[in-house]
């Protein structure tokens, strides 16, 4: 009795059914349209919109994640207070000032207490939502979507896309919230702190942001091109591992390796091409970011020496500065 043929994925078949030619790669994507970015934005809307039932959860998180982001701007002002205390105030005085320092950030602890019990319960909530949704709309679906689509990729959305969706909101709320705040009060603070000195660093920050959002977009212009042609690899992979014994009877083995290391070598230089972009932008921001600071540094002593500032409030200065830049290097990364 011979051995019964293997079962075999339909598209498979159709790709040897008439050629042992293999298909032709799928072209690079076109660039967005209008009509696109549109239905991008759509898309994130929808997401969302999974947040306009937690009106009660929000509420209470934002808060306090504005609050957690100004208890933790109050570092930089005291530090600089205690310094300028160090030659004009007693031990007690210290003593005192840094007791009430404590008290806040006891505060500030239970804030955060409850920002990360209420963000938990938020995405738990989003979880749950979103499971219910996807499980709904599935079983409202016709019967040949059900039958070509196998249970255990059903079960995958459920469990796992919805974990990296719920993940993804709610981590989003939750950065983007704080880094807002810590931008805005690091910015107010600089400014209350030496409006003279962050009027000169202000000429700093324009060409630093126009260089971060042209290699940032353009970066992520290229890693989007990488994914495609991973995709596209991928897809080839799958399909002619599933038809390996078609392609054997074919004769095409060093044919579809050949075409599959094409791919890959896409990929490859796709790849290289990423790095170093992104090798000149980090230490060109890193670099941008370092010279920022040795500027400040300079127009700070100068005013030290004028008086217009005290040593203290120049290390809050450049506290503050160091925050704000932070931020922004970890939004970017974000």
Known sequence: MTAAAPSLP????????????????????????????????????????????????????????????LIQSVIPYSTGQVVDMLSTSSSADILQY??????????????????????GYLRESVDRRLR???????????SDFLNSTRSSDVATRLSADVDVVGETLTTNVN????????????MTMMLYTSPILTAKLAFIVPPV?????????????NSTLRQAALARASSFADERLAAASIVQANAQVAREVGTYRNLIGSVYDIGRRV??????????LGWLANMGIVSALWFG?????AGSI???????????????GATLKSAQHA
Request: include cysteine; glycine fraction near 8%.
């Open 301 to 305: 002593s100068q005013e030290v020496l």
């Open 10 to 69: 339909a598209d498979s078949i159709r790709a040897y059914a008439t050629t042992a030619n293999p298909a032709p790669a799928d072209p690079a994507p076109a660039p967005k349209t209008t009509k696109e970015a549109r239905a991008s934005r759509s898309d994130m809307k929808r997401l969302f919109s999974l947040l306009s039932t937690e009106k009660v959860k929000l509420a209470i998180l934002v808060p306090c994640l504005l609050g957690s982001s």
């Open 275 to 284: 790095s170093r972009i992104r090798g000149v932008f980090y230490s060109s």
């Open 132 to 142: 219910g949704d996807v499980f709904a709309s599935t079983l409202q679906q016709e």
């Open 310 to 324: 005290t040593l203290g409030g120049l290390t809050s200065f450049m506290i503050y500065t160091g925050l704000v």
């Open 98 to 119: 840094l007791t009430s320092l404590g008290g806040v950030f006891t505060v500030g602890a239970a804030v955060g207490l409850v920002r990360i019990i209420t963000l």
């Open 175 to 186: 950065d983007t919230t704080r880094a807002l705040g810590q931008i805005s009060v690091g």
């Open 209 to 221: 942001a126009l260089f971060a959002i042209f290699f940032g977009s353009y970066t992520k212009r």
